[in-house]
């Protein structure tokens, strides 16, 4: 048997911490990475702003299979890339014209945009079919390996948001992101869901502006800048992303309802846990809201899907409601039981942490995650044990 010594990986820093974050560290040696997301959110942007930052360092080919060469140059000039001598570019959708461009540079970073462009003379299949799209995707997975180089492929994705072709093209790469985003906000969203050399659901946010990207070093007062907490049927919402505690307004709308069903929408979160959280509130606190309708929109484009959402939603609805506004500078998280209950999350510490910075006063947490030492600043903490003690508390 041969023996092997296990040894960290090394890593290159991006430039851009946002990303750097999502990566779980930077850009790992030898490693795959595949990036999806809508037509036109900004990752042909953000991979071109990313890869002028690492060409200072290292050599880079960018390849593109959907644009010429001019069309890259004009987005550029757009960002203010002015080029450096590591950064190359070539237009190109024959796989071996590519490996022949690889082996001739020998770049250490090299982006592939898109892998549905790519084609291989092994398969008589045309480009962007199953066959050809997983067939490129493990001879470039098998080059990062064999020569020690990063490979950044973009995908194209399905209406359903998932990234087009066969699903074993996720499983070949080390790590898939998703580039996300409402196409009338400026946020956009970079999410991890695999991660071989780092942590998954790590999220980093960026600003769409007319000079590209620009990262968003403080996303919780960004979220809640246009808070009002003089209207009924919002509520402020600890969530954590990762390793990352975000702040984020939670708003519901309700109303009584002509015709049935009823309507429930909600947007930023899973629909099926909206019914059942009303479900939740008519037989435990008695509220009738089986004739209203119930609309719930997590602010800022975000998609929140942990539990700790409840609290939140439920505080909101009832708000509406009630029309009545909840206390003033009040955030909360917490996960609610079928019966009533409100149960503990993870990271309660560092959710917190991030409210009082913002100078939020009032904290309601589940009574599991009640902090050993009273915060400073005089910040309340309320730990609540089932949600008639909430209701109690916040409509008192």
Same mark, same amino acid.
């Given at each position: 048997?041969?023996?092997?010594?296990?040894?960290?990986?090394?890593?290159?820093?991006?430039?851009?911490?946002?990303?750097?974050?999502?990566?779980? *560290?930077?850009?790992?040696?030898?490693?795959?990475?595949?990036?999806?997301?809508?037509? *036109?959110?900004?990752?042909?942007?953000?991979?071109?702003?990313?890869?002028?930052?690492?060409?200072?360092?290292?050599?880079?080919?960018?390849?593109?299979?959907?644009?010429?060469?001019?069309?890259?140059?004009?987005?550029?000039?757009?960002?203010?890339?002015?080029?450096?001598?590591?950064?190359?570019?070539?237009?190109?959708?024959?796989?071996?014209?590519?490996?022949?461009?690889?082996?001739?540079?020998?770049?250490?970073?090299?982006?592939?945009?898109?892998?549905?462009?790519?084609?291989?003379?092994?398969?008589?299949?045309?480009?962007?079919?199953?066959?050809?799209?997983?067939?490129?995707?493990?001879?470039?997975?098998?080059?990062?390996?064999?020569?020690?180089?990063?490979?950044?492929?973009?995908?194209?994705?399905?209406?359903?948001?998932?990234?087009?072709?066969?699903?074993?093209?996720?499983?070949?790469?080390?790590?898939?992101?998703?580039?996300?985003?409402?196409?009338?906000s400026n946020f956009r969203?970079?999410?991890?869901?695999?991660?071989?050399?780092?942590?998954?659901?790590?999220?980093?946010?960026?600003?769409?502006?007319?000079?590209?990207?620009?990262?968003?070093?403080?996303?919780?007062?960004?979220?809640?800048?246009?808070?009002?907490?003089?209207?009924?049927?919002?509520?402020?919402?600890?969530?954590?992303?990762?390793?990352?505690?975000?702040?984020?307004?939670?708003?519901?709308?309700?109303d009584q309802s002509h015709?049935?069903?009823?309507?429930?929408?909600?947007?930023?979160?899973?629909?099926?846990?909206?019914?059942?959280?009303?479900?939740?509130?008519?037989?435990?606190?008695?509220?009738?809201?089986?004739?209203?309708?119930?609309?719930?929109?997590?602010?800022?484009?975000?998609?929140?899907?942990?539990?700790?959402?409840?609290?939140?939603?439920?505080?909101?609805?009832?708000?509406?409601?009630?029309?009545?506004?909840?206390?003033?500078?009040?955030?909360?998280?917490?996960?609610?039981?079928?019966?009533?209950?409100?149960?503990?999350?993870?990271?309660?510490?560092?959710?917190?942490?991030e409210a009082v910075k913002?100078?939020?006063?009032?904290?309601?947490?589940?009574?599991?995650?009640?902090?050993?030492?009273?915060?400073?600043?005089?910040?309340?903490?309320?730990?609540?044990?089932?949600?008639?003690?909430?209701?109690?508390?916040?409509?008192?």
């Amino acid at each position: 048997m041969t023996h092997i010594e296990a040894q960290d990986i090394s890593r290159q820093k991006t430039g851009i911490a946002e990303l750097d974050r999502v990566l779980g *560290g930077g850009l790992a040696l030898g490693s795959v990475i595949l990036l999806g997301g809508d037509p *036109g959110i900004g990752k042909s942007t953000l991979i071109l702003q990313t890869m002028d930052k690492l060409s200072s360092t290292q050599k880079v080919l960018y390849i593109t299979g959907e644009e010429s060469i001019q069309q890259v140059a004009l987005r550029a000039n757009r960002l203010l890339i002015t080029g450096q001598e590591n950064l190359r570019l070539m237009a190109e959708i024959g796989l071996t014209h590519i490996i022949q461009a690889i082996d001739q540079e020998k770049p250490q970073v090299v982006v592939i945009d898109s892998i549905q462009t790519m084609y291989t003379d092994l398969l008589q299949s045309a480009p962007g079919s199953v066959a050809q799209v997983r067939e490129c995707a493990s001879i470039l997975t098998r080059l990062a390996k064999q020569r020690h180089i990063t490979i950044i492929m973009i995908g194209h994705v399905t209406k359903d948001g998932n990234i087009a072709g066969p699903r074993v093209l996720e499983h070949i790469v080390d790590a898939v992101l998703y580039f996300e985003g409402e196409q009338h906000s400026n946020f956009r969203m970079i999410r991890s869901v695999k991660n071989r050399f780092g942590a998954v659901n790590e999220l980093g946010i960026f600003a769409m502006t007319d000079k590209g990207l620009k990262e968003v070093n403080n996303p919780s007062a960004l979220f809640l800048s246009s808070y009002r907490n003089s209207v009924p049927g919002s509520s402020i919402l600890i969530t954590q992303e990762g390793t990352r505690p975000l702040l984020v307004e939670v708003q519901a709308l309700v109303d009584q309802s002509h015709i049935m069903p009823p309507k429930r929408l909600a947007v930023g979160m899973d629909g099926y846990r909206l019914s059942m959280l009303i479900a939740i509130v008519q037989r435990h606190l008695g509220i009738s809201l089986y004739d209203q309708d119930i609309f719930l929109n997590v602010v800022g484009g975000i998609k929140i899907a942990e539990p700790a959402v409840d609290l939140a939603v439920i505080l909101a609805i009832i708000s509406s409601f009630k029309n009545k506004i909840l206390p003033e500078k009040l955030a909360v998280f917490g996960e609610i039981g079928l019966s009533g209950e409100i149960r503990a999350v993870q990271k309660g510490q560092e959710r917190i942490k991030e409210a009082v910075k913002l100078g939020f006063e009032k904290i309601i947490v589940p009574k599991a995650n009640t902090p050993k030492e009273k915060p400073a600043n005089n910040v309340e903490i309320i730990a609540a044990v089932d949600l008639a003690n909430v209701i109690s508390y916040c409509f008192n």
